[in-house]
Nanobody
Framework: QVQLVESGGGFLQAGGSLRLSCAASGRTFSYYSMGWFRQAPGKEREFVAA????????NYADSVKGRFTISRDNARNTVYLQMNSLKPEDTAVYYC??????????????????WGQGTQVTVSS
């Protein structure tokens, strides 16, 4: 069992930066690939970024490439999402998730086993 708690969301203007954190419980964090997803009102949950457990390989949605960076600190059981050059269309609830298949960084939410409760990010124009 893995419990995930996100933090770092907030309200900011377009062009700004924000770093989200996701703290995981349990001693097996390093075995899990970790992902970030987001969901805007009236829309389906969508993939943002993922990082594998095995080799730290990263995978990004096209909409965030070059602006967002996912990283992990296995000693702190934490995964991060650094978000730069934020746009109003980045407004959403951001969720972190853990995937027990740690070898690859997958992008479909159905492939993830554990989810956090989410943190709101609002970007004004």
């Amino acid at each position: 069992q893995v419990q995930l708690v996100e933090s770092g969301g907030g309200f900011l203007q377009a062009g700004g930066s924000l770093r989200l954190s996701c703290a995981a419980s349990g001693r097996t964090f390093s075995y899990y690939s970790m992902g970030w997803f987001r969901q805007a009102p009236g829309k389906e949950r969508e993939f943002v970024a993922a990082i594998s457990a095995s080799d730290g390989r990263r995978n990004y949605a096209d909409s965030v490439k070059g602006r967002f960076t996912i990283s992990r600190d296995n000693a702190r059981n934490t995964v991060y999402l650094q978000m730069n050059s934020l746009k109003p269309e980045d407004t959403a609830v951001y969720y972190c998730a853990a995937d027990g298949l740690g070898a690859i960084a997958r992008s479909h939410p159905n492939e993830y086993d554990y989810w956090g409760q989410g943190t709101q990010v609002t970007v004004s124009s």
